[in-house]
């Protein structure tokens, strides 16, 4: 392990150096390319470091248990060794966790899409109540969420929602959300008080830079259409909103948001090269999830994840038998529990499968 960080160590120094050059300043994607892979090795070099430098004061405690004859600075000695050696093991098990390679898109920008399943306008209501989870826990991460369209329930919610987020590791959290959610609770249009059953789906999708997923203008149908949501007069008189074909693949994504034409392209490009990134990358998902038991990360939009029981303000997650009694915390955005445990059970695979 010593050695691998060593020469990852070197390999961030290196990184260092080339990003200083000037050809490499000039090449936008090379560049951008380089500083990811800085920015994500700094964090085990510095754990590296750390590691290192306890290490370094392990061995001077021995050395002086070995010559000091004060008893009363040999215990104080004692005791700091104790310390040192009990940060040493939660740092190499911290190390270890490090080294085992991350997802390339985890680092990315996501595209969160929710729709209503079965249970009619509750499912809906529930897409709805979903959305506002994200949303506060988006919040809570400093991130920024941006509703790239939406079509709202008859009676609350909506029946589709789907937006942007920005942020650092935005898609490495929020991609364990993906699958079926299921509510059980009283609708608020249910006169005997009986408990119903609803679900909405959740796909998060990483939103990859135009140098992951190249788009070609040929490829792509473009149309323009006046926009049917709210904001104003304009939407009556202005061809606003942005209808893209992607003639190769045939995936079509619509943009109305946004006020200007422009606008809804850019977002709308952003929402094409994640569906097109995501059609890459589910084939090694799919090996992925063929080979580890809980599939917390593969994207599966089929497979019931999660159930939100209000009767008994209660949690599970079927993926990792994992429940909590805290429905209103998790309601109102409280995931990193839940996420969390999703990460462990993950990184618990992959260090089981071998992975080094």
């Given at each position: 392990?010593?050695?691998?960080?060593?020469?990852?160590?070197?390999?961030?120094?290196?990184?260092?150096?080339?990003?200083?050059?000037?050809?490499?300043?000039?090449?936008?994607?090379?560049?951008?390319?380089?500083?990811?892979?800085?920015?994500?090795?700094e964090?085990?070099?510095?754990?590296?470091?750390?590691?290192?430098?306890?290490?370094?004061?392990?061995?001077?405690?021995?050395?002086?248990?070995?010559?000091?004859?004060?008893?009363?600075?040999?215990?104080?000695?004692?005791?700091?060794?104790?310390?040192?050696?009990?940060?040493?093991e939660?740092?190499?098990?911290?190390?270890?966790?490090?080294?085992?390679?991350?997802?390339?898109?985890?680092?990315?920008?996501?595209?969160?899409?929710?729709?209503?399943?079965?249970?009619?306008?509750?499912?809906?209501?529930?897409?709805?109540?979903?959305?506002?989870?994200?949303?506060?826990?988006?919040?809570?991460?400093?991130?920024?969420?941006?509703?790239?369209?939406?079509?709202?329930?008859?009676?609350?919610?909506?029946?589709?929602?789907?937006?942007?987020?920005?942020?650092?590791?935005?898609?490495?959290?929020?991609?364990?959300?993906?699958g079926?959610?299921?509510?059980?609770?009283?609708p608020?249009?249910?006169?005997?008080?009986?408990?119903?059953?609803?679900?909405?789906?959740?796909?998060?999708?990483?939103?990859?830079?135009?140098?992951?997923?190249?788009?070609?203008?040929?490829?792509?149908?473009?149309?323009?259409?006046?926009?049917?949501?709210?904001?104003?007069?304009?939407?009556?008189?202005?061809?606003?909103?942005?209808?893209?074909?992607?003639?190769?693949?045939?995936?079509?994504?619509?943009c109305?948001?946004?006020?200007?034409?422009?606008?809804?392209?850019?977002?709308?490009?952003?929402?094409?090269?994640?569906?097109?990134?995501?059609?890459?990358?589910k084939?090694?998902?799919?090996?992925?999830?063929?080979?580890?038991?809980?599939?917390?990360?593969?994207?599966?939009?089929?497979?019931?994840?999660?159930?939100?029981?209000?009767?008994?303000?209660?949690?599970?997650d079927?993926?990792?038998?994992?429940?909590?009694?805290?429905?209103?915390?998790?309601?109102?955005?409280?995931?990193d529990?839940?996420?969390?445990?999703?990460?462990?059970?993950?990184?618990?695979?992959?260090?089981?499968?071998?992975?080094?």
């Amino acid at each position: 392990m010593l050695e691998k960080l060593r020469l990852i160590r070197e390999r961030w120094e290196d990184i260092g150096k080339q990003m200083t050059d000037p050809e490499v300043v000039a090449d936008v994607a090379r560049f951008s390319r380089l500083s990811k892979e800085y920015r994500e090795l700094e964090k085990m070099v510095q754990a590296y470091d750390q590691y290192q430098n306890i290490l370094s004061n392990i061995t001077s405690s021995k050395k002086l248990l070995e010559t000091e004859k004060d008893e009363e600075f040999r215990q104080l000695i004692k005791s700091e060794l104790d310390k040192l050696v009990a940060q040493k093991e939660h740092l190499e098990e911290h190390l270890r966790l490090l080294l085992i390679p991350k997802d390339p898109e985890d680092d990315n920008n996501a595209i969160l899409e929710i729709r209503a399943g079965t249970g009619g306008d509750e499912a809906s209501i529930f897409a709805g109540d979903l959305f506002r989870m994200y949303a506060r826990y988006i919040d809570s991460k400093g991130w920024t969420l941006h509703v790239v369209s939406e079509s709202p329930g008859t009676k609350g919610g909506f029946k589709e929602i789907i937006a942007e987020v920005t942020g650092e590791g935005a898609y490495g959290l929020l991609k364990y959300e993906s699958g079926v959610h299921r509510v059980q609770r009283v609708p608020e249009t249910e006169a005997q008080g009986r408990v119903h059953t609803s679900a909405a789906s959740v796909a998060v999708l990483p939103e990859p830079d135009e140098v992951q997923v190249q788009i070609h203008e040929r490829d792509i149908k473009r149309d323009t259409f006046r926009s049917s949501g709210a904001g104003g007069q304009h939407v009556n008189k202005t061809e606003s909103a942005v209808r893209l074909t992607h003639i190769p693949t045939g995936i079509v994504v619509e943009c109305q948001q946004e006020r200007s034409q422009h606008k809804n392209y850019e977002l709308a490009m952003k929402w094409l090269r994640s569906r097109i990134y995501e059609m890459k990358v589910k084939q090694h998902q799919e090996e992925i999830a063929r080979q580890r038991k809980t599939m917390v990360s593969t994207g599966d939009r089929s497979a019931k994840i999660r159930t939100y029981n209000f009767p008994q303000s209660r949690v599970t997650d079927h993926r990792i038998g994992l429940t909590l009694y805290n429905l209103p915390a998790i309601m109102d955005g409280d995931l990193d529990k839940l996420i969390a445990a999703l990460q462990m059970a993950e990184n618990a695979e992959k260090l089981k499968a071998g992975v080094k």
